[in-house]
């Protein structure tokens, strides 16, 4: 597929459908890109598609399944947008967030795979429920446990605000949580003694909860 050029191009790139419930045109929106006049259209749409698929089947999916309807804070950016974001961010400009191009290739920039030559894609997402039942410090620490146990992510990492978290697809899962929310830092990696088995006791009674 050819990058869309045009409003009806992209109205069409738009209604792809990347699983039961979403849809490519979900995962478009920037307020970078918004504010700033910038096309957040991915140069390899297939690519994109490919990757979000992933997304949205295998880690979305279920936890809307689980938990109710997720809003979409950020999802793909276009090199463009990502690359004038860190700019800004670089600049000491407030309210830009993103990451280098080259460390977000096959994470929010989907459409690029990174210097591994593997592909991913990254959403930020709220699960507001979930929120909205657990807002006490640090009760992020039970959904991050919870989707560590049941589904293949491949990096998750959390926000003070709504308990807001990046998430992550990729076809060669690292399975890293980090959080900006408190306690900050790993929650676990590879090579820490609470990555594997079973975190039963952290989050049982999260989904039954967020369903009342």
Known sequence: MKKPSSVTALTEFGRTRLSKSFFMRDFLFSDVAAIHGIANVPDNPDIAIAAGSKLCELLLEPLQDRFGR???????????????????????????????????????????????????????????????????????????????????????????????????????PIRQIYSFAEPRGWLTKSGMENHEGSHDEEWTGIVEACKL
């Open 70 to 172: 997720l809003a979409i804070r950020s999802a793909f950016r276009s090199i463009e947008v990502n690359g004038f974001c860190n700019e800004m961010q670089r600049a000491g400009k407030s309210g830009y967030t993103c990451a280098s191009n080259d460390r977000n290739f096959a994470g929010h920039i989907w459409d690029q795979p990174d210097r591994n030559g593997g592909i991913g894609a990254t959403a930020c997402i709220v699960v507001p429920a979930f929120w909205d039942h657990f807002q006490a410090p640090g009760d992020w620490r039970k959904l991050a446990w919870w989707i560590h146990d049941h589904l293949p992510y491949s990096y998750l990492e959390f926000f003070p605000t709504y308990w807001a978290f990046n998430i992550q697809w990729h076809e060669k």
